[in-house]
């Protein structure tokens, strides 16, 4: 409903899988599975180092040392699964609101190369429609020379503005 891809296994050999073929920014894990739920998160946290993406516990218990050990092994957040369903939802999304706005440029509130890189990738792999824009202002440099840094920023934040509001939601 959200526009949200979910991969949904309890293979974990199948996860490992996922993992190294996808970039995922949220990962839910359960302690339902077979595998020591400290040991799984340690286990993704190692095979995701070099993008980092959200680790939520839910579980069972709600012993003070579970949920220290799988916060020490990497877990973002830890929850019990008496949680009810519209705080889960928020938490998941106050996660992936700070996920995102790690990758915002800090002027223009657009996202980073980085970012948009890795959805410009996921995007290929699919089968569904996409378009890309790409806007280069050649000599802008000189703009920033001429009035400074703060006209320069504020000339950035403008044109950032005026893009994002002509995108609608399906765009």
Do not use: C, M
Not at 2 to 8: D, N, P, Q, S
Not at 20 to 36: A, G, H, R, Y
Not at 89 to 116: C, G, M, W
């Amino acid at each position: 409903a959200k526009g949200h891809e979910v991969l949904y296994t309890s293979n974990l050999s199948k996860v490992f899988s996922i993992l190294q073929k996808e970039e995922i920014e949220l990962i839910i894990v359960s302690d339902t599975i077979k595998e020591n739920l400290s040991s799984l998160i340690k286990k993704i946290r190692t095979l995701t180092y070099n993008f980092r993406p959200i680790i939520i516990a839910v579980s069972k218990s709600n012993d003070l040392e579970d949920k220290l050990s799988a916060l020490k092994e990497g877990a973002d957040d830890f929850l019990g699964e008496e949680i009810s369903k519209t705080e889960f939802q928020v938490r998941t999304q106050a996660h992936l609101r700070r996920y995102i706005e790690s990758f915002l440029n800090p002027i223009t509130k657009l996202v980073d190369k980085n970012i948009t890189l890795k959805t410009i990738n996921k995007s290929l792999n699919k089968t569904e429609d996409f378009s890309y824009l790409l806007i280069r202002i050649k000599g802008i440099e000189i703009y920033q020379k001429t009035h400074g840094q703060i006209a320069y920023e504020k000339l950035l934040q403008t044109l950032s503005a005026i893009i994002s509001s002509t995108l609608g939601n399906n765009d």
